[in-house]
């Protein structure tokens, strides 16, 4: 029997209280005879993570909805007078196909406008990464997505963008916290000023797409008829549908098949267990019309088109998924060939990727004489690299979780001009007598054969949460010494910032921000990460190998090999 605590009990007699709304109060008597439940809801307020805010949609300090969205941009608009005195503000609000992200769109603009801040919000669903751009576009000082990304249907989330067009960072987010926790709930002024709220639509649209056919168009394909590209894509009942047609039409692709039944938006996915193209299911009605059609490349999107799963042909012309990591590689390194033809490359260059993503990144970007700058998992620390090195210029980033950023233009991850780059690389090398899938061989050959696999652990709840903690603190206070029969060399503890090489018995500092993540690095060259998810309640495994790949008719067998020592590596650390 769970005995709720003082603060618990006092936070449920408030939102019991005529200041929140009937249908509120009503369940919370309804929760009252759930004690667990009623102490999920309570036992904590939601906190932005990599990605922003994200949870579960219901009543509750721990759950999306008017109340916790309002305290949020209350504190937002708070945080925005004090920032810019005296200042005409604006702000730019998108939302996604999710149930009730339009009303609660709707909410979050009557909030800014009660405060006197002028708000561009979105006629109807859009993409992620034009709410980027129009950030930047309309001169906003923010801007906010309603989304969850990938997550599972009863999730929903707030995302904030900054006047740079990147997500939240320090030391805006600390700040920002600070005030909402400080913020009463009858401090929340829901009485909207209609005159500040403006529709906007189709004239950013325009703008948004131009940009990404402009910045997702390789020159060299201009060569190449890029009508005999068969391609099939799923907006995954998303927002992708709104702008990824469009864009592959107005780049010349025009044998593009759409997966029906998946195109029509739908916060609840009906057709998929998971809206994730992270997730191989996600993808399998794509995969069968690819089949179908004898289609050359498969892309899905996930809900707010800032990820993309691709599927191409292996050298026996059979579909096969790529990772994020591939994925990622095989993006910039056309990405290079193309400033490097340019005549662009001249040391002053970078590419942004992550602690948890390929380390075959910086091989590939080393061999071009282009620094590979490494950050936290998420794509608002690559965006923080652009506004921190303003005189180099920026050619692209990825991480491991399906997501890249084509230059600057956008500041997240964006699916709409990557999708547009995939099927680019995808014609000019089936023009060339290549292949999507080949050159990412030749990439192996040539810098190292690199293999990635996540583990994910779902753990719910507050004892949820305690069983991660209590992993990464078991793996941080009795540390392997060796993995898979390979001895532990370092291991990189980004809360404490010490990065420690066992066998030499030294310590150095780690530069970048703190983060809950360890990652352990073998004498084979194995490197696995520990990471609790900012957004899910998971904690995740990435695990790293690498070896040389002789020559191209060794793929199976080396690729078999590395398959074999992650399995190793899983059951050696007991992740099954």
């Not at 997550?151 to 989330?157: A, K, L």
């Not at 002789?550 to 007991?574: F, K």
Request: with cysteine.
């Amino acid at each position: 029997m769970i005995t709720l605590n003082a603060q618990l009990t006092e936070n449920i007699e408030l939102w019991s209280s005529e200041l929140f709304d009937e249908n509120t109060r009503s369940e919370i008597e309804r929760l009252k005879n759930n004690p667990e439940e009623l102490e999920d809801r309570f036992y904590k307020n939601l906190d932005f993570g990599t990605g922003g805010m994200r949870g579960v949609m219901g009543v509750g300090t721990n759950r999306i909805n008017k109340y916790t969205l309002g305290r949020n941009t209350q504190g937002l608009s708070n945080y925005l007078k004090k920032q810019y005195p005296n200042q005409n503000l604006k702000v730019a609000i998108a939302y996604d196909c999710r149930n009730n992200s339009k009303s609660f769109a709707q909410i979050v603009a009557d909030v800014f406008s009660a405060n006197g801040i002028e708000v561009f919000l979105f006629e109807d669903l859009r993409a992620t990464p034009e709410l980027s751009f129009a950030v930047k576009h309309l001169n906003c000082k923010c801007g906010i997505v309603l989304t969850a990304s990938h997550n599972p249907p009863e999730y929903n989330g707030y995302k904030v963008y900054w006047e740079d067009g990147g997500q939240l960072v320090p030391p805006h987010d600390k700040a920002i916290i600070s005030i909402i926790n400080d913020l009463d709930y009858t401090e929340i002024n829901f009485s909207a000023k209609k005159d500040l709220i403006h529709s906007i639509g189709k004239d950013i649209d325009d703008v948004f797409i131009n940009a990404s056919v402009k910045n997702g168009t390789l020159e060299k394909s201009n060569n190449t008829n890029r009508e005999e590209l068969s391609i099939v894509f799923t907006s995954l009942h998303g927002t992708s549908i709104t702008a990824v047609p469009e864009t592959l039409k107005r780049a010349g692709y025009t044998n593009v098949h759409l997966v029906e039944e998946q195109a029509a938006p739908d916060g609840d996915f009906p057709t998929v267990k998971s809206p994730n193209p992270e997730e191989p299911e996600a993808l399998e009605m794509a995969l069968k019309l690819a089949e179908k059609v004898n289609a050359d490349i498969v892309i899905g999107t996930d809900p707010d088109c800032d990820r993309l799963g691709i599927a191409v042909r292996n050298m026996d012309g059979k579909l096969t998924l790529l990772n994020g990591n591939q994925t990622m590689v095989i993006m910039t390194k056309f990405l290079l060939d193309q400033w490097k033809n340019q005549g662009k490359i001249n040391g002053n260059q970078f590419v942004g990727s992550t602690i948890v993503s390929t380390p075959m990144l910086s091989r590939l970007t080393e061999y071009f004489g282009v620094e590979c700058k490494i950050g936290l998992t998420g794509f608002k620390w690559i965006a923080k690299m652009i506004e921190e090195y303003p005189t180099m210029d920026f050619i692209g980033g990825g991480e491991e979780s399906f997501g890249f950023m084509v230059g600057d233009f956008v500041r997240d991850k964006d699916a709409v001009t990557s999708t547009l780059l995939a099927c680019e690389i995808a014609a000019l090398t089936k023009a060339s007598g290549s292949s999507f899938f080949q050159e990412l061989i030749e990439l192996y050959s040539t810098h190292g054969f690199y293999k990635e696999r996540l583990i994910s652990m779902t753990k719910k709840g507050k004892k949820g949460a305690e069983e991660i903690q209590n992993i990464m603190d078991q793996a941080r206070n009795n540390p392997h010494n060796t993995i898979n029969g390979s001895k532990v060399v370092t291991i990189d503890d980004y809360l404490s910032s010490l990065s420690k090489n066992i066998q030499e018995n030294t310590t150095s500092s780690i530069s970048i921000p703190k983060a809950n993540v360890l990652i352990f690095t073998t004498e084979d060259g194995s490197k696995i990460a520990l990471r609790p998810s900012g957004t899910e309640p998971k904690i995740k495994f990435y695990i790293s190998v690498h070896t040389t790949l002789p020559s191209n008719g060794n793929y199976a067998e080396v690729n078999s090999a590395l398959e074999q020592r992650i399995d190793n590596i899983i059951e050696s650390m007991q992740l099954v």
